[in-house]
């Protein structure tokens, strides 16, 4: 793990600084903007915390903030609601069984579990879509998507850097 | 004595788990189990129109200066640009007012009934939902100004969606991208059908395609106006193929929607006059008196069940359903 300042664990730094700042990052990327022909692209930006949350400890209100999260997501993009919930607690989930075996690990092990963190929520995600829809999503749209968001890595390993040495109980 | 802490986040893992499922599972998109969900989704719309406006203002003041700055930089060459489309474009006017002409004698003459203009309100988009799981689009118009669930959507240059949600000063339209999107379209050249099925990538499928003469890549897509949702004839795209068959490239792709119209189209009864597909007043519908040959008989044996009067035909009163006999005015 580098050596960055560990913070205090404070639910409103840990929790609801980035919740609030994926909300931003879904609206301003969620603007109708294209030059070009280009178009911006449009990763989940809640499955960032939905894996550094449950790396760094486990926790009550992370879920909650997770469903929230996700009702927010569904609710700007016309999803039917409970879709991208289900898909950031199933990542939140997973990743929290893996947990032991993720403490402490390298930044690229960690990338690669996150990578299959995403595979996983955009997985569970394309296959409700395909349930309730009776069509099956465009799979190069998913995987740009899932590409997008596994750029979004290195946010999710700061805020591991950030908190994970805060609560020595669960380290 | 206080469980571990651990025990009690794998309890609140289930409890959001199931929150999500039951939520999930309630708000079928259609279909709604909870009907609290569609008001949410209206407040929501209408908080966000106005803030997403604000996010996204700076980027198109950037994008209109860029525009006039090419513009003025591009000043010559788009100047030479339209004096050729000019020149071209008054040999097609001639061609146009010719042919106006005869189809006004042609319709004149066989008595067909032209559609009426429908009335369509302008709007700007502010929200782009755009991944392989949700194409919708925020608009800046709602109920106030007339727009209903089911509105078609155009942009300057075809067919974008339809209304699916309506707040009073937001809407949310559906595009046919959307993976969700279902609309009845037709090929110009052959007059096949098909039904345009978004699967959240830009080109969506022709699926049912019905006809004996294959497509052809460039074939011009219009929608087919079955159903009574959308107007016959509005431009979709032109055909193309892919390797898991027939699609469809949208001619609203070759221009960013930022502005939209939206067309307050309810059904085909609006294209009729007021009153024009009411019921008739017919006559009711009564017993004949039973005939004299029939009564002697029955009087004779009353054991023998007397045959059933016969109604007149002309006393039948056919009904033909307003919906249905507004299909069969479909232009």
């Not at chain 1, 296959?127 to 999710?156: I, K, N, R, Y």
């Not at chain 2, 595009?175 to 609309?183: C, Y």
């Not at chain 2, 067309?263 to 007021?274: G, K, V």
């Not at chain 2, 004299?292 to 044996?301: D, F, H, K, L, N």
Request: hydrophobic share 50%; with cysteine; aromatic share 6%.
């Amino acid at each position: 793990m580098a050596a960055g300042a560990v913070q205090p664990l404070n639910p409103l730094r840990w929790l609801a600084l980035p919740a609030l700042a994926c909300a931003g990052g879904a609206l301003i990327f969620a603007a109708p903007l294209e030059a070009l022909g280009l178009r911006l692209p449009e990763p989940i930006f809640a499955l960032v915390p939905a894996f550094a949350w449950a790396i760094i400890r486990p926790s009550i209100l992370a879920p909650f903030v997770l469903l929230v999260l996700g009702l927010f997501q569904d609710l700007l993009w016309g999803n039917p609601l409970g879709l991208w919930p289900l898909a950031l607690l199933a990542a939140y989930g997973l990743t929290s069984l893996a947990r032991p075996a993720l403490s402490g690990q390298s930044f690229w092990t960690l990338w690669a579990w996150y990578l299959a963190a995403v595979t996983a929520a955009f997985a569970l995600a394309a296959g409700l879509t395909w349930l309730m829809a009776g069509e099956a999503p465009d799979l190069l749209g998913l995987s740009l998507q899932g590409g997008v968001t596994s750029l979004l890595f290195p946010l999710a390993w700061r805020l591991i850097d950030a908190f994970e040495d805060a609560d020595i109980r669960f380290k | 004595m206080k469980p571990p802490l651990a025990w009690l986040a794998v309890a609140a893992l289930a409890v959001a788990l199931i929150a999500a499922i039951a939520i999930f599972v309630a708000d079928r998109r259609g279909a709604p189990l909870f009907p609290a969900a569609s008001e949410v989704r209206e407040k929501f719309d209408s908080v966000m129109g106005p803030v997403e406006g604000v996010v996204s203002a700076p980027a198109h003041w950037a994008r209109e200066g860029v525009n006039a700055a090419s513009a003025y930089v591009m000043a010559g060459s788009q100047n030479r640009k339209l004096k050729a489309e000019l020149a071209e474009t008054r040999f097609y006017g001639d061609q146009l007012n010719s042919l106006r002409d005869e189809n006004a004698r042609l319709r004149a003459l066989l008595g067909v009934r032209t559609d009426p203009p429908l009335p369509m309100v302008g709007a700007r988009t502010v929200v782009d939902a755009r991944g392989p799981l949700s194409n919708t689009r925020l608009a800046d118009v709602g109920a106030d100004q007339g727009v209903m669930e089911g509105n078609p959507v155009l942009s300057e240059h075809g067919l974008v969606g339809r209304v699916i949600g309506v707040a009073p000063s937001m809407s949310r339209i559906l595009l046919l991208t959307d993976v969700d999107s279902r609309v009845p379209v037709l090929l110009a050249r052959t007059n096949a059908r098909a039904i345009l099925t978004g699967d959240g990538g830009p080109s969506p499928k022709l699926a049912y395609l019905r006809t004996h003469d294959a497509p052809q890549v460039g074939d011009r897509v219009l929608t087919s106006g079955d159903g009574g949702v959308i107007p016959r004839g509005l431009p979709v795209g032109t055909v193309v193929q892919s390797l898991e068959g027939w699609r469809v490239a949208l001619d609203c792709d070759s221009a960013p929607i930022d502005f939209v119209r939206i067309l307050l189209f309810r059904d085909f009864s609006q294209l009729l006059a007021p009153g024009a597909i009411a019921p008739k007043t017919l006559p009711p519908l009564s017993t004949a008196p039973p005939s004299p040959a029939a009564q002697a008989p029955a009087a004779q044996t009353p054991a023998v069940k007397a045959p059933v009067a016969k109604i007149p035909k002309a006393e039948v009163p056919v009904t033909q359903s307003a919906p249905a006999r507004a299909a069969s005015s479909d232009p």
